[in-house]
């Protein structure tokens, strides 16, 4: 599997993590979430989660208003839920 915008792919043999790693920054802000092959029961199936939690994050993200260039309170909240519950 190949990395795409805004997800990443790490598999090391050696390493104790394989899966997909979200980031995202808006307005000086960024988002990062670990999403392991182990939790979600493999690669295709950790990818669909991450994908999912992009999109939702996105929504969120692009439709928001600043508060003097930076990202409100009320969006950072929304986008810390929307991560949580993945």
Same mark, same amino acid.
């Given at each position: 599997? !190949?990395?795409?915008?805004?997800?990443?792919?790490?598999?090391?043999?050696?390493?104790?993590?394989? +899966?997909?790693? #979200?980031?995202?920054?808006?307005?000086?802000?960024?988002?990062?979430?670990?999403?392991?092959?182990?939790?979600?029961?493999?690669?295709?199936?950790?990818?669909?989660?991450?994908?999912?939690? #992009?999109?939702?994050?996105?929504?969120?993200?692009?439709?928001? !208003?600043?508060?003097? +260039?930076? #990202?409100?309170?009320?969006? #950072? !909240?929304?986008?810390? !839920?929307?991560?949580?519950?993945?």
């Amino acid at each position: 599997m !190949k990395s795409k915008r805004n997800l990443t792919r790490f598999t090391y043999e050696t390493a104790a993590f394989e +899966g997909w790693r #979200l980031c995202i920054s808006r307005a000086g802000t960024n988002f990062t979430k670990y999403f392991p092959d182990k939790k979600f029961g493999g690669g295709k199936k950790s990818l669909a989660a991450a994908e999912k939690v #992009l999109a939702e994050l996105k929504l969120v993200l692009e439709g928001s !208003k600043r508060v003097e +260039g930076k #990202l409100s309170q009320t969006t #950072l !909240k929304k986008a810390e !839920k929307i991560m949580a519950d993945s």
